[in-house]
């Protein structure tokens, strides 16, 4: 083989070999475009998913919450309730028992008004 033919077919090989890299370059450049590509597009789709769930659990928190206070308000009111009507009752007797002990103070009174309107000395 002659040298000049060498040459050429040396110089088509390194043709090739360039363009075949500029075509592997390119190739690279789209690959890792598309990769990054899905990487976005899968942390998006996660992120949407745990957003969902945390919403969904936030969701089922506040109602059980509610319930929840719900439940405790019913037995507030049902303890506010019962102390109320224990505190009148209470409050009845012992105004009942003052009125009582009045009358008892107020007939005693009477008592040594009317001794003292007869000019006898009380007795106390």
């Known amino acids: ?3 000049t033919d060498l ?3 040396i110089d088509t090989v390194e043709r090739r070999m360039d363009s075949i890299e500029l075509r592997w370059d390119a190739s690279f ?3 890792s475009a598309q990769i990054l590509q899905s990487n976005r597009e899968t942390r998006e789709a996660v992120l949407a998913t745990l957003r969902g769930e945390v919403a969904g659990e936030i969701s089922t928190m506040r109602g059980e919450m509610a319930g929840e206070f719900s439940t405790m308000r019913a037995d507030v009111d049902e303890k506010f ?3 109320r009507t224990h ?3 209470a409050l009845a007797d012992g105004l009942g028992e ?3 002990y009045m009358k008892v103070l107020y007939e005693d009174i009477l008592g040594r ?3 003292l309107a ?3 000395p009380s007795s106390s």
Do not use: C
């Open 7 to 9: 040459v050429g077919r």
């Open 113 to 115: 008004i009317a001794l």
């Open 98 to 100: 003052t009125r009582r």
């Open 118 to 120: 007869e000019g006898r």
């Open 81 to 83: 309730s019962a102390m």
């Open 87 to 89: 505190f009148e009752t």
């Open 29 to 31: 450049a789209e690959l």
């Open 1 to 3: 083989m002659r040298y």
